[in-house]
């Protein structure tokens, strides 16, 4: 099950560069995800999300930023090109390619 949203700024999610934006509390949405499967990028910021839920492979770009909760990234797509990682607590990076270019940032 993927995690719900509340539309506010306390959590928000940019599926393109213009940053339309959906504020998520502790879910992303299906459609939050197919936005971003339409642009090839996700970029979530201040959200209470566990875990990373599958996502599709047509993403390449993730950017998580001040998600303290997040402790895995198994929903990652196995074509992942860019990861960055800022100010995640619990976070755990592993089992991630040797192909994926990752910045932390804490």
Same mark, same amino acid.
């Given at each position: 099950m993927l995690p719900t949203s509340q539309l506010r700024p306390s959590g928000?999610?940019? +599926?393109? +560069?213009a940053e339309t934006s959906a504020g998520i509390k502790s879910e992303i949405t299906p459609t939050q995800i197919e936005e971003a499967r339409a642009i090839g990028r996700l970029y979530i910021k201040d959200c209470d999300i566990e875990y990373l839920p599958q %996502?599709?492979? *047509?993403i390449t770009s993730v950017t998580i930023e001040n998600c303290n909760n997040l402790t895995t990234l198994t929903g990652l797509p196995v074509?992942?090109?860019n990861l960055s990682v800022i100010n995640c *607590?619990? %976070?755990q990076i592993t089992d991630i390619p040797s192909t994926v270019k990752i910045y932390i940032l804490n």
């Open positions: 928000t999610f940019y +599926s393109n +560069s %996502l599709p492979n *047509e074509n992942t090109q *607590e619990k %976070l």
